[in-house]
């Protein structure tokens, strides 16, 4: 996924169906000018420090799971995008790694990959709220494979628990198997939050309305295609190898 694309969240309103007005503010003094502009309060810790690194990057930033619990919100009760990928390994700088590329089929055009028989995966992208350790939320998008694409459609059509906006979710990747790094194998578990148990259970401040509409939302043009030029010298690679 490349290239951030984001819509503010805001409520629907009757008034949404009107014209566009334009509304030029008034003018202001220049030494005005200022204090006109809005503030928001400085913030130290970790979570404010990735929160700036990511406000300054030029791509969406993903959701992970890891072995440490966290806890996030859906945006939205709905994937906001459904597309298909391919995972080859390729290496690199710091030696081979496995990196991700748009399958064509899903905007209807011929794979090269899947023409050399690379079978691609489905994938499912959520717009999440991930809230940090002082309550303060940031956008991040959550790509899933039809296992969990299945579990979050459970919970949404729970009427317990959905729709997936209603609360929180608290999540966490756990090793299996052998427990080799390589060898074994990973599950994400994930577990439905009510509100009004965050701070208690989670120590964890829910956040306002207000902060988690400013965090905007991602939209289906954050999905990008590959160069056809890149996936075919791929696709002969693969060829040449006896894939």
Known sequence: MTGISRRPIRPTHAEDDAPAVSRK??????????????????????????QQAEAASDYAQTFKPAPKTQIIK?????????FRRHWVERNGANGASKRPYTCP????KRCPLCDVGDK??????????????????SLRSWDVGVK????????????KIGPLTRGYFAVQQSSGGTGSKKGGTTQTNIVPVKPTSLLEDWSVHPPSNA???????YEPDVVSL??????????????????
């Open 25 to 50: 503010p008034p003018a202001r003094p220049a030494d005005d000018e200022d204090d006109a502009l809005p503030t928001t309060p400085l913030r130290g810790g970790w979570t404010a420090g990735k």
């Open 74 to 82: 859906f945006l939205e009760d709905a994937p906001y995008v459904n």
């Open 105 to 108: 089929q899903t905007f209807g």
């Open 120 to 137: 691609a995966q489905a994938v499912s992208s959520f717009n999440v709220a991930l809230i940090g350790d002082d309550g303060v939320p």
């Open 148 to 159: 969990l694409f299945n579990v979050l459609e459970d919970y949404h059509n729970d009427p």
């Open 211 to 217: 902060e988690l509409e400013a965090v905007g939302l």
């Open 226 to 243: 590959p160069k056809r030029g890149e996936l075919e010298e791929i696709a002969e690679e693969l060829s040449s190898s006896g894939y």
